[in-house]
């Protein structure tokens, strides 16, 4: 079991904890906390039996333990079903002393992140990550939202007290959920882990999961801790997802092949920029994990004004993540031509 801990200031805000079979483990899943008596389990559909077989290990150290289903995917992401959380959480009599586990991927965690941040003001919450995507980026680093008329547009920055990574759950995940997440995976290596970059370059979607998991969370936990709330260095994460949101928001891929497909143009972009020399090793390794590199079709002027509206805007213009070398992000203004540039790399105009 790995332990990586997200701090604020002198203090420890999260910690992180990965290993094989620690979901079935009440100990590894909650912190010590005397006077707990409740904990209540948020589920995905396909992650009802984990959180079944974790409740019972709760309930075998003397405290109860209760599931509430949501919906599946982005249906969990609204205010509606939070309400329905609240009033399920009345209804069980949960009380400041009491924890909340969310169960699932990055819906899951997102959904129950906001309900923990909220509920009574905020009580203990506890994400246990179930997809890659989850794993390496949704669940670290307390950003919880729901969508409302557009996505992640209502939250709060809460920090969990715990994240929860059972690497052998990670292992069983459908092959489209791990390419999907393996796009986020990477990136934490092309922004700041070059060794990660060699490991998938290495072995592809057969990089082994715990050490790819081990590097990419170490990755967030260190920029999360250092800029929790996005003032500045934070944003060296969105790498790729500048243009990643604009192909997601316009065509509807999902958000991992969009990132992939910002990535690219973001490598085009730092080639231009500030001659960043592995821009085709970068584009090779996202194809040779099953990514797209290339966008489907989609308006070029859609794609734009997706952009501009993208909240990375700023007075000077249409900001970017770029690289200069793996491992050494920039972020920086670009001018329209190189924006131009980069959206053709990936068949754009
Ligand atoms: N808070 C953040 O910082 C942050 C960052 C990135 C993404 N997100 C959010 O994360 C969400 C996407 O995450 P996701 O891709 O994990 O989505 P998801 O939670 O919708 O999961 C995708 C699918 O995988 C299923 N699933 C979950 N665990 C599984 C398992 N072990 N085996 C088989 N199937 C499983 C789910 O039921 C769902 O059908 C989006 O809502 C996005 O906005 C949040």
Redesign the pocket.
Known sequence: VERVLITSGDDVATEIVMGAGVIRSAGSVLPDRPGRRRVAVFA????ENLARGLAESIVATGCSAQIHVLP???AA?TLQVAEHCYLWLNSIGMTRADTIVAV?????T?LGGFVGATYLRGLETVLVA??L??AV??AI?G???VNVGG??LAGVFNHPARVVIDTA?LE???AA?LI?GSAEAVKAGFIADPELVALYTAHGQAAPIAEVVARAVRVKAAVVSEDFTEQGSRAILNYGHTVGHAVEHVSGIP?GHAVAIGMVAAGAASSLVTGFGDEAPQRELIAALGLPIVAPPVDPAAIESAMMLDKKRDADGLRMVLLEAFGKPIVTAVDPTTVRAALRAVGIG
């Open positions: 995905q559909p396909t992650t599946d995917r982005e992401k699932g991927g990055g819906a899951a997102d179930t997809t995507l989850g980026d949704a680093g950003k919880t939202a996505k992640n759950v069983e995940l459908p959920l999907e958000h």
